[in-house]
């Protein structure tokens, strides 16, 4: 009886008009296929946009510390970046003026953090070895500082969590402000004047913006400009720019 029942349900399948049940699994498993197949293609679509998307942002910031530089000439008589307290004082960890060019001159120690030396010194990025992001490098993050504030949350501003990386600017142990001037310089503070106290938010979920001065050196007609690196913390070897006036 069971037997009579299937043949003629097998029997009724395959008079159906359309697709039979083996197109319908053949056609289902091309569809997995595709699928499959395409998404690690939008994956890498997503990721190139938001890549797009923070190298734009990087400009923004860019532009911001050259119009704070050149208002800077004019209000306090030389350019200085947002953090700095004079041209010749560093934001960060790098130390040795630009006056410096030689391998241990403060651009060069940081254009080799960016861009990496050798196997055993490479870029900081993420890490294929160890599968670690790159704001887990501490050793290279603690020497930066974060443009709107590592604990700033407006407008879903965020950072990821991580102790000993980049941190807040502030103002140097035994800095004394020049008479006549306003109090200054904070980096976060005088950065988010340039925005309308409105942070720029990285599209990566890792992500946060990052910088680091290194002072401009010498005086007078020997005098030589600070360099500013801006970076996104989700690969800075990946996104960033310096600008030097």
């Excluded at 119009?67 to 970046?81: I, L």
């Excluded at 307290?85 to 030689?102: A, F, L, M």
């Excluded at 142990?173 to 720029?200: M, S």
Aim: with cysteine; net charge neutral.
């Amino acid at each position: 009886m069971r037997l009579t029942i299937m043949k003629s349900f097998l029997k009724k399948l395959k008079g159906r008009t359309g697709q039979s049940m083996a197109e319908f699994a053949v056609t289902t498993a091309m569809m997995a296929t595709l699928a499959t197949t395409a998404a690690p293609k939008f994956s890498g679509v997503g990721e190139g946009a938001k890549g797009k998307k923070t190298e734009a942002e990087i400009d923004k910031i860019m532009k911001a510390a050259s119009n704070f530089y050149s208002s800077k000439v004019t209000s306090e008589g030389r350019g200085r970046f947002p953090g700095q307290e004079k041209y010749n004082i560093e934001v960060g960890g790098y130390t040795s003026p630009t006056s410096n060019q030689e391998w241990n001159g403060g651009v060069a120690i940081v254009d080799s953090v960016l861009e990496g030396t050798s196997s055993a010194y490479p870029a900081w990025k993420y890490d294929s070895n160890t599968g670690d992001a790159a704001y887990l490098n501490t050793t290279h993050g603690s020497k930066w500082r974060s443009v709107f504030g590592w604990s700033n949350t407006t407008g879903g501003h965020s950072a990821p969590g991580v102790t000993g990386g980049p941190m807040d600017d502030g103002v140097p142990a035994g800095y004394v402000q020049p008479p006549g001037q306003p109090a200054c310089c904070y980096g976060a503070t005088e950065w988010l004047n340039e925005f309308g106290k409105q942070p720029i938010k990285s599209p990566f979920q890792d992500g946060h913006y990052i910088y680091v001065v290194v002072p401009g050196g010498g005086a007078g007609n020997l005098a030589t400009a600070p360099v500013i690196f801006v970076a996104d913390l989700e690969s800075p070897a990946d996104y960033y720019k310096k600008y030097q006036p």
